[in-house]
């Protein structure tokens, strides 16, 4: 299943975003989805993910300020992004987490622009 991410944005640091992710299928059938993000000119990285237990698990950089949440019940992801820093600019990404480690099945993402 491919899944879409919306509600990027340009906003000022500091400010906040919340993104959300759905897709035609369960999007939830993979053990994880995770939300990723490509900044200009560097690979895609792994942010954040939730595992169909509700583990989460997020990278150094947005400990603390990035909440990734879902609905099951709405085929819903979410990503809440708070104290937003020019260094998050780039384009998110959600996929499954198997989907990410294959490097298959994106989607389209959605850009997020922090300026100081």
């Known amino acids: 299943v491919q899944l879409q991410a919306s509600g990027g944005g340009s906003v000022q640091a500091g400010e906040s975003l919340k993104l959300s992710c759905t897709g035609s299928?369960?999007?939830?059938?993979?053990?994880?989805v995770g939300w990723y993000r490509q900044a200009p000119l560097k690979q895609r990285e792994r942010i954040a993910i939730?595992?169909?237990?509700?583990?989460?698990n997020y990278i150094d950089a947005v400990k603390g300020r990035f909440t990734i949440s879902r609905d099951v019940a709405k085929n819903m992801l979410y990503l809440q992004m708070n104290d937003l820093k020019p260094e998050d600019t780039a384009v998110y990404y959600c996929?499954?987490?198997?989907?990410?480690?294959?490097?298959?099945?994106w989607g389209q993402g959605t850009l997020v622009t922090v300026s100081s």
């Open positions: 996929n499954t987490i198997s989907g990410g480690l294959r490097n298959r099945d």
């Open positions: 299928g369960n999007i939830f059938r993979d053990p994880g």
């Open positions: 939730i595992t169909n237990s509700d583990g989460t």
